[in-house]
């Protein structure tokens, strides 16, 4: 199949583009479309077939359900069964935006698109072509990230069209994605609400407007051994092919030991990838280095994170060393994707801490 990729102007976007990749949806087919958050890979999402097909071109598991985008807030009582006073509390601060709700699901929502499970994920974008689609495609659209399973998140249409070009109808580019790490999952369909997967908005911002909210063990267990609630949650996930370490400690205690470990290695005649930040970059001596930007700009580290991950499978690295980061704010979102990435493989260095 050859797949369309189509340019969008945020400034004055083509109706007639968006109202071409309506019709795909309609039809039964796939449209990548970008969002605040990471590109989606997006199906109808009233329509079996087309989840069956997001799975078949990602590669994903048929367990892992998918979230279902609207682009108007009374659109969650066609799919959701019952939304909470605390959910109504969530979508009247934080939607449109980067958070996605869990809520029983009503019979029109497939079990396909929710790989089985009776609740479904809904989440409204705030980006302008994200919303202009859905409502083109009907007003209901499926879309996990729209990246290959197993590898990161795309958060430019190269990075989608690298992953999925020939498998899917239609690419919509509108640039690269603000946030870069996936939306915040919180799970409502039972009494306290629930983190399943952390993001930019964070516990402290949800407490402040529906009181304590607890976060899955799974988020923040050391290892990957405790199931998680979000089933997609449980996969490796956003891996680089040479194997990734994340190394904790002081700075200068870091920098010293991938330093050495660099030099080592290069005896050795492999190359070594580090992922570092604007603060630390120019203190590594030897490896391949790449910055996620500064430290102490954390939207500047989620959104280039992925792309960072991604651009290592362009070179010869072997493995590669990350730095690692605090757990306030977003920086739990950040490590979280990281260890995945990393598959839990984390190194500490004495004098750390
Ligand atoms: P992605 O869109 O690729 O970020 O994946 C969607 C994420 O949402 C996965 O981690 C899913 O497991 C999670 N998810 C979607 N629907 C549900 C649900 N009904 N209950 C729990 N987690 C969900
Ligand atoms: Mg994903």
New binding site residues.
């Given amino acids: 199949m050859e797949t369309q990729i189509r340019k969008l102007d945020y400034d004055a976007i083509d109706m007639d583009v968006i109202e071409e990749a309506g019709r795909v949806l309609k039809e039964g087919g796939l449209v990548a479309f970008p969002t605040e958050t990471v590109y989606?890979l997006g199906g109808d999402a009233l329509n079996p077939a087309s989840s069956e097909k997001i799975y078949r071109a990602k590669g994903r598991p048929s367990d892992?359900?998918?979230?279902v985008h609207i682009s108007r807030k009374e659109d969650v009582y066609r799919i959701a069964s019952q939304v909470s006073k605390e959910a109504q509390r969530l979508m009247e601060v934080f939607w449109p935006g980067p958070l996605?709700l869990?809520f029983p699901k009503k019979a029109l929502v497939p079990d396909k698109t929710?790989?089985g499970?009776p609740?479904?994920?809904v989440r409204m974008p705030s980006d302008r072509i994200a919303a202009a689609f859905i409502q083109a495609a009907g007003g209901f659209v499926s879309?996990?990230?729209a990246n290959a399973s197993g590898r990161p998140?795309t958060t430019t249409a190269a990075h989608v069209a690298e992953d999925l070009k020939g498998r899917i109808e239609m690419i919509l580019d509108g640039g690269q994605a603000v946030i870069g790490l996936?939306?915040t999952?919180v799970?409502v369909s039972e009494d306290r609400p629930v983190i399943?997967?952390p993001g930019v908005i964070t516990r402290g911002m949800l407490e402040e407007v529906v009181g304590p909210v607890e976060t899955d063990q799974a988020v923040i267990a050391p290892d990957s051994a405790v199931k998680p609630?979000?089933?997609?949650?449980k996969y490796r996930h956003y891996a680089p092919r040479a194997a990734l370490t994340i190394v904790e400690g002081k700075p200068e205690a870091v920098i010293a030991a991938v330093n050495q470990w660099t030099a080592q290695a290069e005896a050795e005649g492999k190359r070594v990838g580090i992922i570092a930040t604007d603060e630390t970059a120019a203190c590594y001596k030897g490896g391949l280095v790449k910055s996620l930007g500064a430290r102490s700009r954390e939207e500047e580290i989620s959104m280039h994170l992925f792309e960072v991950l991604r651009s290592f499978d362009d070179t010869d690295v072997n493995c590669i060393y990350s730095e690692s980061f605090g757990e306030a704010a977003i920086g739990q979102a950040i490590m979280n994707r990281l260890l995945k990435a990393a598959g839990h493989r984390v190194v500490e260095v004495p004098g750390s801490k």
């Fill in positions: 989606g892992n359900p998918l979230i996605t869990i929710t790989g499970l609740t479904v994920a879309a996990p990230s998140s996936e939306s999952i799970d399943l997967r609630k979000a089933p997609g949650m």
